[in-house]
Antibody, heavy 120, light 108 residues
Framework: QVQLVESGGGLVKPGGSLRLSCAAS????????MTWIRQAPGKGLEWISYISGSGTTKYYADSVKGRFTVSMDSAKTSLHLQMNSLTVDDTAVYFC?????????????WGHGTLVTVSS | DIQMTQSPSSLSASVGDRVTITCRAS??????LNWYQQKPGKAPKLLIYGASSLQSGVPSRFSGSGSGTDFTLTISGLQAEDFATYYCQQSYSNPPFTFGPGTKVEVK
């Protein structure tokens, strides 16, 4: 069964760090691309990072550039998002999402999401 | 960056109604336009990709059309399970992958 399962969310103080993980089952990242998308409480969807299936190409939204780092393991079944210098504006549900080249780069598989709360 | 807008931001409808949601891109995106459905507390679900292609398993009452800058999502015969928020998203110029602000379909 193709699925993504996120972990690592929680409560962190402003200025703190958190590392999110995403475990994939039923596929490997090799011929896909992976993204992190977040949703602040009551708000819309915001794409924040991209990593190619090879792991060599990475992009970030301006809102997280320089603070967040995306990576994947060598088996290409686990994705990570290292989040540093967190602010209250980073409070959101974070989704690990698969991008499918064969579907015009649409996001076809979504994890259930993990909540990150930044508060003092 | 390409900006996406949607209209209306919300609408009220009844079961059986035909519902149309519009999405506009700030510049041409060919047919690289995708639609997602999100229910409260759940992850979004891909409905339509490439402006008009129905994702596997999605009911045929959902359809998409458009190209260039103007797109529509139509639900022909709204069902109870269709009350949700719908987002468009462009995959033409990536990154960034930009989403529209969403359209909430509520019960009349």
């Amino acid at each position: 069964q193709v699925q993504l399962v996120e972990s690592g969310g929680g409560l962190v103080k402003p200025g703190g760090s958190l590392r999110l993980s995403c475990a994939a089952s039923g596929f490997t990242f090799s011929d896909k691309f992976m993204t992190w998308i977040r949703q602040a409480p009551g708000k819309g969807l915001e794409w924040i990072s991209y990593i190619s299936g090879s792991g060599t190409t990475k992009y970030y939204a301006d809102s997280v550039k320089g603070r967040f780092t995306v990576s994947m393991d060598s088996a290409k079944t686990s994705l990570h998002l290292q989040m540093n210098s967190l602010t209250v504006d980073d409070t959101a549900v974070y989704f690990c999402v698969r991008g499918e080249r064969g579907l015009d780069d649409a996001f076809d598989i979504w994890g259930h999401g993990t909540l990150v709360t930044v508060s003092s | 960056d390409i900006q996406m807008t949607q209209s209306p931001s919300s609408l009220s409808a009844s079961v059986g109604d035909r519902v149309t949601i519009t999405c506009r891109a700030s510049q041409t995106i060919s047919t690289y336009l995708n639609w997602y459905q999100q229910k409260p507390g759940k992850a979004p679900k891909l409905l339509i990709y490439g402006a008009s292609s129905l994702q596997s398993g999605v009911p045929s009452r959902f359809s998409g059309s458009g190209s260039g800058t103007d797109f529509t999502l139509t639900i022909s015969g709204l069902q109870a399970e269709d009350f949700a928020t719908y987002y468009c998203q462009q995959s033409y110029s990536n990154p960034p992958f930009t989403f529209g602000p969403g359209t909430k379909v509520e019960v009349k």
